[in-house]
């Protein structure tokens, strides 16, 4: 079973509890948490949340079947750098539809990395995964946010107004979704040359 992919200059594999550190300390800042409904985060509560996803991913592996959590770092293909990380949730009672969510650490920011992320997490659940919708939100305010998912063929399905409450204010939800039908057969297949994959050790 793959645990890696590689595609434009990025790489995206699985997360181990290795990558901990790097989330951490990127989930404790402000600038990365401004738009978040979380954060910034102590150590504690970033382990918390991710440890369990980790063991869920890896008991999976082990027993070689697919996880229900896919949570992916993402570092430069060529040094090995932290760059962030992107995930996909399984939805409740809709197999094949994911919710997405991706995280950069701010030093990588308006480089294309986070169109790159949502163009992966789309080219591994439509095509690894066969799925069939994916999901995202975002708070009304978060434009970068808003952008990465129009270029990825997102569309506004619509707005739960004052939604989320963070920093002593209410915030607008925009609801995004995108079928694989809504995408043509020459994207579909252009995004599979996008990314190969990579056999790595032991996750
Ligand atoms: C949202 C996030 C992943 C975007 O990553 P990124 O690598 O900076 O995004 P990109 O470089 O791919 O840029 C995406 C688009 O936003 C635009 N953009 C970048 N920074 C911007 C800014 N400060 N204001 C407005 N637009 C901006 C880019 O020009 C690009 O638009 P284009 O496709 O029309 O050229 C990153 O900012 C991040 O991790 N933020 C903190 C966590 C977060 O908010 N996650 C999303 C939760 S829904």
Known sequence: MQHAWI???LRFSYC???DL?????MLAKESVCRWLFFGPNTDEATRSYFLPLIEEMRTAFRAGRMPDHHVFTVRLEDTGDFVGQCALFPIDFSPGSFLIGYQLDDACWKRGYGTRACTFLVY???TVL???RLNGDTVAGNTTSQRVMESCGFVLEGIQRQYWHAGGEYHDRLIFGLLK???APERLSGLGEMF???HS???
């Open 130 to 132: 066969d799925g069939y």
């Open 124 to 126: 591994f659940a439509f």
């Open 16 to 18: 181990t509890e290795h």
């Open 21 to 25: 550190p790097a989330i951490s300390r």
């Open 196 to 198: 190969t994959t990579e």
């Open 201 to 203: 050790a032991e996750v």
């Open 181 to 183: 039908t809504d995408l």
């Open 7 to 9: 595609g434009g200059g």
